[in-house]
């Protein structure tokens, strides 16, 4: 399957209650800054008015960057909006880097007065492209190998658990757990090609 509209949500850890609009500023730094260099950021949107939405997004060319409360729960979201280059596993890893250097700019000071942090122990990888991806057992067939393979080199042999959204009204998403933490650092690190 030729996929390339995919995200990835790594979860916020317990106690990261900073308002939505508070990563405003930070997000506006990041693009004076070109703090993800990897990214060309155009701008800031505020959806912290949409309970359990998008909260404030993080526009790139490449791909949208979120603290997103989608489901109930606070987490870094990024989506690609483009064709990125490879095999599906490949896109998974671009976009997981993509998220992970985020989530590293946020740990390690880049953010509001509360300090937020992620586990890394827990993520969400979704499809934004309901056509060509349908929540449907027929995907989840032809998704899995790839999503496997990526969360094989992402846990490095640790084991995990996927639990599918079964809703076909739903995107489709995957959600992932691994039983201990993993600093975000050392998930960025063994996934990234630099």
Not at 68 to 85: F, I, Q, V
Not at 156 to 174: A, H, L, N, W
């Amino acid at each position: 399957m030729d996929l390339h509209r995919i995200g990835i949500k790594f979860f916020a850890g317990e106690g990261n209650s900073a308002a939505l609009v508070d990563f405003i500023p930070v997000f506006h730094r990041w693009i004076q800054n070109k703090s993800l260099e990897q990214l060309l950021l155009i701008d800031v949107a505020d959806y912290s008015h949409v309970e359990r939405g998008p909260g404030t997004v993080l526009v790139a060319h490449e791909g949208n960057l979120s603290i997103d409360e989608t489901g109930g729960r606070r987490g870094l979201a990024y989506y690609s909006k483009h064709e990125l280059p490879g095999q599906l596993k490949d896109c998974l890893e671009t976009v997981a880097v993509n998220a992970l250097k985020a989530c590293c700019l946020l740990e390690k000071g880049e953010t509001v007065n509360t300090k937020i942090s992620f586990p890394g122990n827990e993520l969400q990888i979704f499809s934004n492209d309901r056509l060509l991806a349908p929540n449907t057992e027929e995907t989840w067939s032809q998704l899995e190998p790839a999503i496997r393979g990526f969360l094989e080199k992402l846990y490095s042999g640790q084991d995990y658990s996927i639990e599918r959204e079964r809703d076909p009204g739903e995107r489709f998403q995957v959600t992932v757990k691994v039983p201990e933490a993993v600093a975000v650092d050392t998930l960025l690190q063994r996934i990234s090609n630099e």
